[in-house]
């Protein structure tokens, strides 16, 4: 008789860590995420700008600080919060788990099994770690979270039990073998939590975009500052007079407009944003950037079970197995659906078949896996006989014509994808002895076929119509037969034939994609295979995204551009998943891919922007500099015009309705239109100091304002540009804006605080005619591009 461990054998384990404790970490520490996003050459000069400017008094002019924190706390935010969700991944749910020990039963947390621990298992258990089969009644296991395969599996004395699967029905004892990161499920869960984020264009483009300023500021700060001292006599003059504090100040001035700051605050608020509407639809975003994922994504592939269907099986019909039904049929298929030993897929009859006129039968045979069968026999009334409920090929003998027929329509219905099972039936009773032996009755007649089928989800078949007809390639993965998953994927409307086989695939990754490219439908998908399958659509140039809800599925998800797990999915799975639909409609995806969109293409126009003022910033910094001129504006001034051709008006457009379908190419786009613009109105700008140089007798005060009108003028027109086409809230926001510049200019409180003063009138004609000629070559920028790039 099993006693399973002793007090003393818990505790030697214990001290020799054979646990079932799956490790927390991820690779990525707080210190390393917060050092990457604020520890950087971009925030150390502004910071060093923003200290500068403090020292020197110039509160006023340090306002872009708050813009620089804001975008570090979102950085670190995003990224804790991603490896906060992978830490907290965790296989099991089940809080408990029953032990034998010093012969008594004991309930215990699952981290505190210890290998060589007996556990008890029965129906509703979820197994706490791997183990050998001890002894068996009936055990039958739901693997499909692990291994995908749907139809649960017997297990007999010496099988092996995984853990995280869950007990259907029978009982049994099993001696665990494999604990805490060692078991199937704790080596799953460790590949999966490598740190990543999500492959974002935007951010991919915006870091781009970073990387290449970062490397230009310090060339391009050289030049501005030694520009400066020379425009305040020289740098011996400069520092003797104390006219280095001016020149200090414009110098940041410069470096600080090259820095697009509002664009990684603006990006990340669109994101958000798209993330609480999206919340709101019971669609749960782990990581913002994920908005815009599913609307690049040009392959889904979806596991089946669990996503395009429920994970249950369901019963679908009867067949004729022959010219007649035995009497009694019907009330025998209720006594094997309320059989409290009966398996999963026996269960289902319940759903037709409920009236058994109170049958008391004489013996019973339960159905093993080794069998494929079970049987009932009863002594009196029409039922009198032997039932008997399994796979037709091992309950038929074909040795009856009969026999053959019902075998052959088996064998074409199981052909179309359908699980088939046979009822026959005996004449003679089967004595007690005779069940106890578990052999199958001789003369047995086929009386009805039954076909079981998966239960597919009601929102599947549209939301795969949807995505069909937006140009995305849909591959379905499954660990069961590939005619089953065919059948599947016929119900929801997909032509796939007869499926691939995946054990077939070949395991170069290059002739993998090919297979990949030419075929929908795959079963007997291993979880290894899943991930490979999808790195191998990567590797096409795809962007690919993945549904799932079994811990078999984390890898896969893992491995592609976007992750989306079911409400139904593990906690590892949902933890790796980029997106979680909460209420496990699969037709909430439409309105992920719409949200993506709009996101995707505000940005877009919002990044036009910015990277125009970042494009004439590191222009006009340039140029003064090699001109030994001093920078045209003061830091508040650019705060001023930035807040009103960008920061304001770019925040109402990010938020704003968009439908336009996803373009590759966002970053070549915004750049062939900024730089450009950026370009066209430097020259306006150098226009019109070039022009006070050469008259000369302006004030420095002036001349900066005429600059500010200039500029903003300009740079209001490109807003004009990009709002197109117009509607009422664009015309409203860009008319608001050129009222708040007349304001600026106007209202003497503000206008002392920014520091403009109106130019004189023959300075304010030449500022007319070069902002006009700025916002003409803005125009003239934009109709070439439409026409040129049809957009």
């Known amino acids: 008789?099993?006693?399973?461990?002793?007090?003393?054998?818990?505790?030697?384990?214990?001290?020799?860590?054979?646990?079932?404790?799956?490790?927390?970490?991820?690779?990525?520490?707080?210190?390393?995420?917060?050092?990457?996003?604020?520890?950087?050459?971009?925030?150390?000069?502004?910071?060093?700008?923003?200290?500068?400017?403090?020292?020197?008094?110039?509160?006023?002019?340090?306002?872009?600080?708050?813009?620089?924190?804001?975008?570090?706390?979102?950085?670190?935010?995003?990224?804790?919060?991603?490896?906060?969700?992978?830490?907290?991944?965790?296989v099991l749910n089940s809080p408990h788990a029953r032990v034998l020990r010093d012969g008594v039963i004991k309930d215990i947390a699952m981290e505190e099994v210890v290998l060589d621990d007996v556990i008890l298992l029965f129906a509703g258990d979820q197994i706490p770690a791997d183990a050998t089969v001890h002894d068996a009644r009936g055990l039958e296991i739901d693997e499909s979270l692990l291994t995908g395969e749907s139809d649960p599996v017997d297990k007999e004395s010496g099988a092996e039990v995984l853990a995280g699967s869950t007990v259907v029905s029978g009982q049994g004892r099993a001696r665990v073998i494999r604990v805490g990161d060692d078991s199937f499920a704790g080596r799953l869960t460790g590949e999966a939590k490598r740190f990543s984020l999500v492959n974002s264009e935007i951010r991919n483009g915006l870091n781009k975009i970073l990387r290449w300023i970062t490397l230009a500021l310090l060339p391009v700060m050289a030049v501005v500052i030694n520009g400066e001292m020379q425009a305040h006599g020289g740098w011996n003059q400069a520092l003797a007079t104390g006219e280095w504090r001016t020149g200090a100040v414009g110098a940041v001035a410069s470096v600080i407009a090259m820095i697009?700051?509002?664009?990684?605050?603006?990006?990340?608020?669109?994101?958000?944003?798209?993330?609480?509407?999206?919340?709101?639809?019971?669609?749960?975003?782990?990581?913002?950037?994920?908005?815009?994922?599913?609307?690049?994504?040009?392959?889904?592939?979806l596991d089946k079970t669990g996503t395009l269907t429920e994970g249950r099986i369901i019963f679908d019909d009867v067949h004729d197995a022959g010219p007649d039904r035995a009497p009694g049929w019907s009330a025998a298929l209720t006594w094997f659906g309320a059989d409290p030993n009966a398996n999963a897929t026996a269960r289902c009859l319940t759903a037709r078949f409920t009236d058994d006129s109170g049958l008391r039968p004489v013996s019973a045979v339960p159905f093993a896996s080794v069998r494929k069968w079970s049987a009932v026999s009863f002594g009196e009334g029409a039922v009198s006989g032997v039932?008997?409920?399994?796979?037709?090929?091992?309950?038929?003998?074909?040795?009856?014509?009969?026999?053959?027929?019902?075998?052959?329509?088996?064998?074409?219905?199981?052909?179309t994808g359908f699980r088939t099972l046979v009822l026959a039936h005996a004449s003679e009773p089967m004595t007690s002895r005779e069940a106890a032996a578990g052999s199958l009755p001789a003369e047995l007649a086929p009386s009805v076929l039954l076909t079981f089928r998966e239960k597919v989800r009601p929102d599947a078949a549209e939301t795969l119509a949807y995505f069909g007809n937006q140009g995305v390639e849909l591959r379905i993965f499954s660990g069961d037969d590939p005619r089953t998953v065919a059948a599947v994927a016929r119900e929801v409307g997909l032509d796939s034939g007869d499926g691939y086989d995946a054990r077939d695939l070949?395991?170069?990754?290059?002739?993998?994609?090919?297979?990949?490219?030419?075929?929908?439908?795959f079963g007997r998908v291993s979880p290894a295979q899943k991930r490979e399958m999808v790195?191998?659509?990567?590797?096409?140039?795809?962007?690919?995204?993945?549904?799932?809800?079994?811990?078999?599925?984390?890898?896969?998800?893992?491995?592609?551009?976007?992750?989306?797990?079911?409400?139904?999915?593990?906690?590892?799975?949902?933890?790796?998943?980029?997106?979680?639909?909460?209420?496990?409609?699969?037709?909430?995806?439409?309105?992920?891919?719409?949200?993506?969109?709009?996101?995707?293409?505000?940005?877009?126009?919002?990044?036009?922007?910015?990277?125009?003022?970042?494009?004439?910033?590191?222009?006009?910094?340039?140029?003064?500099?090699?001109?030994?001129?001093?920078?045209?504006?003061?830091?508040?001034?650019?705060?001023?015009?930035?807040?009103?051709?960008?920061?304001?008006?770019?925040?109402?457009?990010?938020?704003?309705?968009?439908?336009?379908?996803?373009?590759p190419g966002f970053l070549r786009r915004s750049l062939g239109f900024a730089v450009p613009a950026g370009l066209i109105i430097t020259a306006a700008v150098l226009a019109l100091n070039a022009y006070a140089a050469i008259v000369g007798g302006h004030k420095q005060?002036?001349?900066?304002?005429?600059?500010?009108?200039?500029?903003?003028?300009?740079?209001?027109?490109?807003?004009?540009?990009?709002?197109?086409?117009?509607?009422?809230?664009?015309?409203?926001?860009?008319?608001?804006?050129?009222?708040?510049?007349?304001?600026?200019?106007?209202?003497?409180?503000?206008?002392?605080?920014?520091?403009?003063?109106?130019?004189?009138?023959?300075?304010?004609?030449?500022?007319?005619f070069a902002a006009l000629g700025g916002c003409i070559g803005v125009e003239v920028l934009f109709q070439f591009r439409r026409s040129r790039l049809n957009i």
Not at 506 to 521: C, G, K, T, Y
Request: charged share 15%.
């Open 1 to 90: 008789m099993m006693k399973g461990l002793s007090s003393e054998d818990v505790s030697e384990r214990v001290r020799g860590g054979l646990t079932n404790l799956v490790s927390n970490t991820s690779s990525r520490s707080l210190w390393n995420i917060f050092r990457a996003n604020v520890l950087t050459l971009f925030n150390a000069v502004v910071a060093g700008s923003f200290a500068l400017l403090l020292f020197l008094g110039q509160w006023q002019d340090a306002l872009f600080g708050f813009a620089a924190v804001g975008n570090a706390v979102i950085g670190v935010a995003q990224e804790y919060r991603a490896k906060k969700s992978l830490d907290r991944l965790a």
């Open 535 to 663: 790195s191998a659509l990567r590797s096409r140039g795809h962007v690919v995204a993945m549904t799932g809800d079994g811990v078999n599925d984390a890898l896969a998800l893992k491995e592609a551009d976007i992750g989306i797990a079911m409400n139904s999915a593990a906690p590892a799975t949902k933890a790796v998943a980029r997106l979680v639909l909460l209420d496990g409609r699969f037709d909430r995806l439409p309105g992920v891919v719409a949200e993506g969109r709009r996101v995707i293409a505000n940005i877009e126009r919002v990044s036009m922007l910015f990277l125009a003022k970042t494009a004439y910033a590191v222009a006009l910094s340039v140029v003064f500099g090699a001109l030994l001129w001093g920078f045209p504006f003061l830091p508040r001034q650019l705060s001023a015009t930035d807040g009103i051709t960008i920061g304001i008006p770019a925040f109402f457009l990010a938020l704003m309705p968009n439908t336009r379908r996803y373009k």
């Open 260 to 301: 697009p700051l509002g664009l990684v605050l603006m990006t990340s608020v669109a994101f958000a944003v798209g993330g609480l509407r999206l919340a709101r639809e019971k669609v749960l975003i782990q990581e913002l950037a994920a908005v815009e994922g599913l609307a690049r994504v040009d392959v889904l592939c």
């Open 387 to 415: 039932w008997v409920l399994g796979a037709p090929e091992l309950v038929l003998k074909a040795t009856t014509p009969g026999n053959t027929d019902a075998l052959a329509r088996a064998a074409r219905l199981a052909s």
């Open 506 to 521: 070949p395991a170069d990754p290059e002739l993998m994609a090919e297979v990949l490219e030419n075929h929908m439908v």
């Open 701 to 768: 005060d002036t001349v900066r304002t005429g600059s500010v009108i200039v500029l903003a003028l300009v740079a209001l027109w490109v807003l004009v540009v990009l709002s197109r086409p117009m509607n009422a809230w664009r015309i409203l926001i860009v008319g608001a804006m050129y009222a708040v510049l007349l304001l600026l200019l106007t209202t003497p409180f503000v206008a002392d605080f920014f520091g403009v003063a109106w130019p004189a009138p023959e300075l304010a004609n030449v500022v007319f």
